[in-house]
């Protein structure tokens, strides 16, 4: 079975920071691309940021230059570094990757549990 475990959620006021944080395990060979979405109260579940095998990384626009995306192989995790935090940040924080399981098996994608960010004064 393959598990995600977000934390590093919580409550921050406006302008500060938090790290997020989103651990794999389980039955894993190797761990594809990996992101992190975010669903506001009453909203859809959206993208925040990508990271593929590579490193490559893709943002939404009302994030970038405030979040930082990456991800440490070894440890089968990947980080959301969240700074100028907004009201409007306020959501849950979902982690998502992309796992194949064994050899020869198809990648699937995982989800987190989700963590709570609030931001608010």
């Known amino acids: 079975q393959v598990q995600l475990v977000e934390s590093g959620g919580g409550l921050v006021q406006p302008g500060g920071s938090l790290r997020l944080s989103c651990a794999a395990s389980?039955?894993?060979?190797?761990?594809?691309?990996m992101g992190w979405y975010r669903q506001a109260l009453g909203k859809q579940r959206e993208l925040v940021a990508t990271i593929g095998s590579n490193r490559g990384t893709d943002y939404a626009d009302s994030v970038k230059g405030r979040f930082t995306i990456s991800r440490d192989n070894t440890k089968n995790t990947v980080y959301l570094q969240m700074s100028s935090l907004k009201p409007e940040d306020t959501a849950d924080y979902y982690c998502?990757?992309?796992?194949?399981?064994?050899?020869?098996?198809?990648?699937?994608?995982?989800w987190g549990q989700g963590t709570q960010v609030t931001v608010s004064s």
């Open positions: 389980g039955s894993i060979f190797t761990i594809g691309t």
């Open positions: 998502n990757a992309e796992i194949q399981k064994y050899r020869y098996s198809v990648p699937s994608a995982y």
